[in-house]
């Protein structure tokens, strides 16, 4: 296999990687904060992030994943108190939710998904590390600070102009612009609406809350330990939120947090021209309510170079539909077929090296879909012209199932199964019936409720077919 590079964001450029201890990758990737569903925006990333995982598992090593939810910030706590609720009650909905999202897309779990609120005790153990070490100060406001000027190379990974540093200067909101680094609180003393929402512990400054920063520090190094392998996120993350996260974790143990940081690009939605087919979607509860599958959302996110802006529109998302449709015809025919040729090996085999070598290359799907395409194109032509060994097709289904399985474009045809099958079968007699008694929005429902599930049906003198095509 050829060697495996990742482009780093602290030295901006593609290394070679490989995890510290030769077989884990102890990664950690920023989560949700959930006070509202996550839109496709942070899933562009969570979606480059389970690419991340899946390609190291490729490589055969193991993955650690740690995947925070914050369920404490300013946010939160403002959206808590309209509400007049507690933040465990605004929250927990949320992260149900996400869960339910992330299933749809077909992201696979991380070994962990820490909430903030459960790790308060490792936070403001962390603060005492820094005071101890003379890097973290309490202000006149009874809030604890992070002293920026006091840790040599404060924004080396955003690059940012040590002139735009304000010394003794602070900032107490969670997110802030590049303009505003100064220092940063840690640990802020409560206000009465903290109290109110229960966004409060006693810790002793006194009664208070831990700063969102601090909240990914203090739970990466709990569950991985002082120095990760690769931290990742999205790229409007970089500043202050991951900048903040280095100062407080080496300020503490003297060891680099991360030797990789990786980032993922922006989905663009601004100005996008929803229409016809595709409405307006900025939600997973949008993709399912408009009927555009986790495979079309797969294709279009994995054509586009994680490193690159991505725009959403409806014709990508229509263009995307059709590319899974031929996917899914072909995935159908190989499932039929009971022999093949030496060429369809041969295509196999050239799938299986361009997509392994392309992979490791920084993650590069959009060429790893190109040649996908490009074996499908060859299998087919091998295959009509007819063949007579079924070790062939052996390995040009080994070959998809292999590629396709670190994309996840389509169902592995081994896990969708016969109860699926029977599932599709009830739902289309029972379509079937709507309309003999000529209940056109009954059997319209039905039809929706299936392409939801990434079925497709299409109708015929001979009766109803149906395929997957998630
Ligand atoms: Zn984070």
């Known amino acids: 296999?050829?060697?495996?590079?990742?482009?780093?964001?602290?030295?901006?450029?593609?290394?070679?990687?490989?995890?510290?201890?030769?077989?884990?990758?102890?990664?950690?990737?920023?989560?949700?904060?959930?006070?509202?569903?996550?839109?496709?925006?942070?899933?562009?990333?969570?979606?480059?992030?389970?690419?991340?995982?899946?390609?190291?598992?490729?490589?055969?090593?193991?993955?650690?994943?740690?995947?925070?939810?914050?369920?404490?910030?300013?946010?939160?706590?403002?959206?808590?108190?309209?509400?007049?609720?507690?933040?465990?009650?605004?929250?927990?909905?949320?992260?149900?939710?996400?869960?339910?999202?992330?299933?749809?897309?077909?992201?696979?779990?991380?070994?962990?998904?820490?909430?903030?609120?459960?790790?308060?005790?490792?936070?403001?153990?962390?603060?005492?590390?820094l005071q101890a070490n003379g890097v973290a100060y309490r202000a006149d406001d009874g809030s604890v600070y992070f002293a920026i000027d006091k840790f040599e190379g404060y924004g080396r990974l955003s690059r940012l102009d040590t002139r735009k540093i304000r010394t003794g200067a602070r900032v107490a909101q969670d997110d802030y612009a590049k303009e505003n680094a100064q220092d940063f609180a840690l640990w802020k003393s409560a206000k009465p609406e903290d109290e109110a929402c229960a966004a409060a512990w006693d810790s002793p400054w006194g009664r208070g809350r831990p700063g969102w920063h601090l909240e990914c520090s203090a739970m990466a190094m709990a569950l991985l330990g002082e120095t990760l392998d690769i931290h990742a996120g999205g790229v409007d993350l970089m500043f202050p939120h991951h900048e903040d996260e280095i100062a407080q974790s080496e300020?503490?143990?003297?060891?680099?947090?991360?030797?990789?940081?990786c980032h993922g690009e922006f989905l663009l939605t601004d100005g996008a021209k929803m229409a016809k087919r595709v409405g307006n979607v900025s939600t997973v509860a949008d993709l399912r309510e408009q009927g555009v599958s986790a495979a079309a959302l797969r294709h279009f996110v994995f054509s586009t170079h994680y490193r690159k802006q991505l725009n959403l529109s409806a014709a990508a998302l229509e263009a995307s539909i059709e590319a899974v449709r031929r996917i899914g015809d072909f995935s159908d025919r190989l499932a039929r077929e009971t022999a093949g040729s030496p060429a369809l090996s041969e295509a196999a085999d050239t799938l299986l090296v361009e997509a392994t070598t392309v992979?490791?290359?920084?993650?590069?799907?959009?060429?790893?879909?190109?040649?996908?395409?490009?074996?499908?194109?060859?299998?087919?032509?091998?295959?009509?012209?007819?063949?007579?060994?079924?070790?062939?097709?052996?390995?040009?289904?080994?070959?998809?199932?292999?590629?396709?399985?670190?994309?996840?474009?389509?169902?592995?045809?081994?896990?969708?199964?016969?109860?699926l099958a029977d599932w599709v079968e009830a739902q289309l007699e029972a379509r079937t019936q709507a309309r003999a008694r000529r209940d056109f929005a009954a059997a319209d429902a039905i039809r929706k409720s299936l392409e939801e599930k990434g079925i497709a049906i299409e109708d015929s003198p001979s009766g109803t077919r149906w395929k997957s095509v998630r």
């Not at 899933?43 to 369920?71: K, S």
């Open 251 to 261: 300020a503490a143990t003297g060891k680099p947090f991360a030797r990789f940081w």
């Open 1 to 129: 296999m050829p060697e495996f590079r990742l482009y780093n964001s602290l030295t901006g450029e593609v290394e070679p990687f490989a995890p510290a201890d030769g077989s884990t990758v102890r990664l950690y990737t920023c989560g949700p904060t959930v006070y509202n569903p996550a839109h496709l925006g942070n899933f562009r990333t969570f979606l480059f992030e389970d690419l991340l995982r899946r390609v190291l598992r490729m490589r055969g090593w193991g993955v650690e994943q740690v995947m925070n939810l914050t369920d404490v910030d300013d946010k939160i706590i403002k959206r808590a108190t309209e509400r007049g609720i507690t933040i465990r009650a605004l929250t927990d909905p949320v992260v149900t939710t996400f869960h339910a999202d992330r299933e749809y897309l077909r992201i696979q779990a991380a070994e962990h998904y820490p909430r903030a609120t459960e790790y308060i005790a490792e936070m403001i153990a962390l603060v005492e590390r």
């Open 359 to 419: 992979l490791s290359d920084d993650l590069n799907a959009p060429r790893a879909v190109g040649a996908l395409f490009e074996f499908i194109s060859a299998a087919n032509r091998a295959l009509d012209s007819r063949g007579s060994d079924p070790a062939a097709l052996g390995r040009a289904r080994e070959a998809f199932r292999q590629v396709n399985g670190v994309l996840d474009i389509v169902p592995d045809r081994g896990t969708s199964g016969g109860e």
